[in-house]
């Protein structure tokens, strides 16, 4: 499978749920079974009311993840995609990162973008000129640090061809270096946990005015437990959610984004 990544293929007058699935019902059908396309798009960043929305209201960014997810729910064991980054917003681009690291099958990709290779891929072929093409494994760094020993031993070999080649060790795969980066969820959530930490303070603060009245207990034991419960599970999901928030806010500095 290959993607359209002129966005060629996208009917302009069709829906975004329409797209996604064929225009048969609220189903995609994907590889390992039907998902609801509310939930497929929210895979994708979509929100629930974009799924009436045609394609020509997307933006770019919105037409890429579009492509994205439609290609994606097409069964295949291979993915071709040729300089898939171009013209890709931040977004978009972190999503493909995510979706090909955790696609099954075998993806061949033709890119200029060295840091997007360092990142996605597993090994690199060159041509190494003569119809002579070798792979290296690792990404594109790793790939010019074991290009430049194999140069090296050819050139050493050149200079002495009548010398008996010494036993060399097994050479070591080198370790590809993962530049830590926020994944697509940890994004979302920075966007999305102020508003729910701010929802579940004004719940509390709800709560604790019903928990003041001195005598519910008494003239209502069933509300006041019901409302102790509640106001039990809301302050532990605020915590959880503002612990979250932090190791968030807090990569995010480390990582100076």
């Not at 370790?175 to 929802?199: F, H, N």
Request: glycine share 6%.
């Amino acid at each position: 499978m290959s993607l359209d990544q002129r966005r060629e293929s996208l009917d302009p007058a069709a829906t975004v749920a329409e797209t996604l699935t064929g225009g048969r019902g609220d189903t995609v059908m994907l590889p390992d079974g039907p998902k609801h396309v509310m939930s497929y798009m929210k895979d994708f960043l979509f929100e629930p009311a974009q799924a009436r929305q045609p394609v020509s209201a997307l933006s770019g960014g919105e037409r890429g993840r579009l492509m994205l997810a439609r290609a994606l729910a097409k069964p295949a064991n291979l993915i071709v995609l040729d300089e898939p980054t171009n013209d890709l917003d931040m977004e978009t681009l972190g999503l493909l990162e995510e979706m090909l690291a955790d696609y099954p099958g075998t993806v061949l990709v033709v890119s200029h973008d060295r840091d997007f290779l360092d990142r996605v891929v597993t090994s690199v072929v060159v041509s190494e000129g003569a119809g002579r093409w070798v792979e290296y494994a690792g990404g594109y760094s790793d790939m010019l640090a074991q290009r430049g020993a194999d140069v090296a031993a050819r050139a050493a070999a050149t200079r002495q061809p009548k010398a008996k080649p010494a036993e060399e060790p097994a050479a070591e795969r080198p370790q590809k270096e993962q530049k830590r980066r926020l994944t697509m969820k940890e994004m979302e959530a920075l966007k999305t946990l102020p508003g729910r930490i701010d929802k579940l303070h004004a719940e509390i603060a709800r709560l604790d005015a019903v928990l003041a009245d001195a005598d519910l207990y008494a003239r209502d034991p069933a509300r006041f437990e019901k409302a102790a419960k509640a106001h039990d599970k809301a302050a532990a999901e605020l915590g959880q959610a503002e612990e979250e928030w932090l190791r968030i806010e807090i990569l995010r500095e480390e990582l100076g984004l």
